[in-house]
């Protein structure tokens, strides 16, 4: 018998794919598209890197009535989260490009709050921007960690268990950082970060009952005061890029246990970012956003 040829689902969806450092996602312009009905469901599936588009999850770009637009951001497993430092920025990207806001001072609404970023041309798809990601959350129910005290800086992390050869191998200091950025982060400094098996550390660490929401762990090697080099499980979505957010929890790490000064360039696998903690308590982030192309999925 012949094969069966099933229609093609007759909704089709444009989307947008940019990338902050490396940290991609999918981008849906709700200001020219409908929203996706289900977008924790489309998430996974567009977000698929073999049988989708591809990426670290899927970002809708709103109206807002407080902002320039309001940014949702879904994981790769579909996991609503509140922020990420590089998907703010690809945001304001988009919406310089597309003449939704001009170019400078764009304010945008993220469940972080609104965040105001400074947008920089840098050719016809990219631009450097600079986010002023807010204060830091340092109180451990805040973040939040199952953990007592004010701030939770280089405290033990009976979330590791027994010491490990990996532990000898990578210089790991089995201490912990946590800090929240809008989204919870454990930052672990380290000799080496090429050595940390985080396929292995970050899940078990991410769904630890000591991080009741889960939590996005940071391996970090201080290279110089100013310096450092670190790599990312992000929660939902595995080993990433880059993480905005977690370099400027990592900023705010370094700082607090005395490792680095409130300036310092992180290197990611996926480029570098610019932070500084400032005097007035805000972080501020800067880096690249970038558009790498535009397409149609055909969604159910």
């Known amino acids: 018998m012949p094969a069966t040829i099933s229609p093609m689902p007759a909704r089709p969806l444009n989307f947008v794919k940019l990338h902050g450092a490396a940290n991609d996602y999918v981008y849906v312009d709700c200001f020219a598209e409908p929203a996706p009905a289900d977008p924790a469901g489309l998430a996974p599936r567009i977000a698929d890197r073999h049988r989708g588009v591809g990426g670290d999850g899927l970002v809708l770009v709103e109206p807002s009535g407080t902002a320039a637009a309001r940014m949702r951001m879904f994981n790769a497993d579909g996991s609503e989260a509140e922020m990420c430092g590089n998907a703010v920025r690809c945001v304001a990207q988009l919406l310089v490009s597309r003449g939704r806001a001009a170019e400078g001072m764009v304010a945008i609404e993220t469940g972080r709050g609104v965040l105001t970023l400074e947008v920089t041309r840098t050719g016809p798809r990219t631009s450097q921007v600079r986010v002023d990601m807010g204060e ?24 590791l268990g027994a010491e490990a050869d990996w532990w000898r191998a990578s210089g790991l200091d089995p201490r912990m950082t946590c800090v929240s950025m809008g989204n919870p982060h454990l930052v672990l400094f380290c000799r080496d970060v090429a050595a940390v098996p985080l396929e292995t550390v970050g899940p078990m660490l991410e769904t630890h009952p000591l991080f009741p929401r889960r939590i996005n762990v940071h391996v970090v090697e201080v290279l110089g005061p100013a310096h450092v080099r670190m790599r990312t499980w992000e929660r939902g979505s595995g080993i990433t890029m880059a993480c905005g957010t977690g370099a400027s929890a990592v900023c705010v790490a370094g700082a607090l246990s005395g490792r680095t000064g409130r300036s310092v360039a992180a290197d990611l696998p996926g480029g570098r970012l610019d932070l500084e903690w400032s005097a007035t308590g805000s972080v501020f982030l800067t880096g690249p956003a970038e558009e790498v192309f535009t397409g149609t999925w055909w969604d159910a």
Do not use: Q, T
């Not at 830091?136 to 280089?154: N, Q, S, Y």
């Open 136 to 159: 830091p959350i340092l109180e451990p129910a805040r973040i939040p960690v199952a953990v007592a005290g004010d701030r939770i800086v280089d405290a033990a992390c009976p979330a």
